[in-house]
């Protein structure tokens, strides 16, 4: 009997949470995958917002749904309180943390925005990322 593990066999954690696409890449260590929040492109006054400039603002975003989580997210001796965020959480982080990608979708061709951060990037939690309007230095 082998102990070893076939690359169709091997699952990762994320797959099971909230059903990753297959094409969405899996975190590693202690890196989180997080989807960001997508604004409107009409702004209240009733501009509507070009492609590129909607695009900047997404990349700039600082509230973003967690989709993943890597293996040794939290895993840390210092986390004495545990986790603070789950995959499904809507997260808080700095304006330049993390790694930002685009992926495109195999079915429809359009690409997707995520970012990949570190759990120690995490600044808060919210239940109505909605409210929040705008990232201030």
Same mark, same amino acid.
């Given at each position: *009997? @082998?102990?070893?593990? @076939?690359?169709?066999?091997?699952?990762h954690p994320?797959?099971?949470?909230?059903?990753?696409?297959?094409y %969405?890449?899996?975190p590693t260590g202690y890196? *989180?995958?997080?989807?960001p929040?997508?604004?409107?492109?009409?702004r !209240? @006054?009733?501009?509507?917002?070009?492609?590129?400039v909607?695009q900047n603002d997404? *990349?700039?975003n600082?509230?973003g749904?967690?989709?993943? !989580?890597g293996?040794?997210c %939290?895993q840390?001796?210092?986390?004495k309180?545990g986790?603070?965020? !789950?995959?499904?959480?809507?997260?808080l982080? =700095?304006k330049?943390a993390?790694?930002?990608?685009k992926? =495109?979708?195999?079915? @429809?061709?359009?690409?997707?925005?995520l970012?990949?951060?570190?759990?120690?990037?995490?600044l808060?939690t919210?239940a109505?990322?909605?409210l929040?309007v705008?990232?201030v230095e």
């Amino acid at each position: *009997m @082998s102990n070893t593990v @076939s690359l169709v066999e091997a699952k990762h954690p994320a797959d099971e949470v909230i059903g990753l696409p297959d094409y %969405y890449p899996r975190p590693t260590g202690y890196r *989180m995958l997080v989807k960001p929040m997508i604004r409107e492109n009409k702004r !209240q @006054s009733g501009i509507v917002l070009p492609d590129e400039v909607q695009q900047n603002d997404v *990349m700039l975003n600082t509230v973003g749904l967690v989709l993943a !989580q890597g293996p040794e997210c %939290y895993q840390h001796d210092d986390r004495k309180y545990g986790a603070w965020c !789950q995959p499904g959480d809507w997260i808080l982080f =700095r304006k330049h943390a993390g790694t930002r990608v685009k992926m =495109r979708n195999p079915d @429809s061709g359009e690409t997707e925005q995520l970012i990949f951060v570190a759990d120690d990037e995490i600044l808060a939690t919210t239940a109505r990322p909605e409210l929040v309007v705008a990232y201030v230095e």
